[in-house]
């Protein structure tokens, strides 16, 4: 099974840039869609970014443009790069592993596993 672990939160300053990791092992992430959700204070989790086993992109209209989800095969790692942050990013970010249909892309319940979070808060 595979256990995925992610790093690169912390405090920021609204307007900076910040890159998430999400580091596999146990298993490799090449047949499963990546995906990237958050959950800020009081609020459920919502979809951010995703990176289908097929090679698609996929984003909300809020995160489009400012956020870019990628992987390295060799390194087994997905990424998830956030662009001129803002105080309304702030939320405990979640890495996804998923092998459901394309049609639930943005879904979380077809997520097989989670990493544990990796908290960023932006200071305006």
């Known amino acids: 099974q595979v256990q995925l672990v992610e790093s690169g939160g912390g405090l920021v300053q609204a307007g900076d840039s910040l890159r998430l990791s999400c580091e596999a092992s146990?298993?490799?992430?090449?047949?499963?869609?990546m995906k990237w959700f958050r959950q800020a204070p009081g609020k459920e989790r919502e979809f951010v970014a995703a990176?289908?086993?097929?090679?698609?992109?996929y984003y909300t209209d809020s995160t489009k443009g400012r956020f870019d989800i990628s992987r390295d095969i060799a390194k087994n790692t997905a990424y998830l790069q956030i662009h001129i942050l803002k105080p309304e990013a702030t939320a405990v970010y979640y890495c996804?592993?998923?092998?459901?249909?394309?049609?639930?892309?943005?879904?979380?319940?077809?997520?097989?596993?989670w990493g544990q979070g990796t908290q960023v808060t932006v200071s305006s």
């Open positions: 996804a592993a998923d092998a459901g249909p394309i049609g639930n892309i943005r879904d979380p319940g077809t997520v097989v596993v």
């Open positions: 146990g298993g490799y992430i090449e047949p499963y869609h």
């Open positions: 990176h289908s086993s097929k090679g698609g992109y």
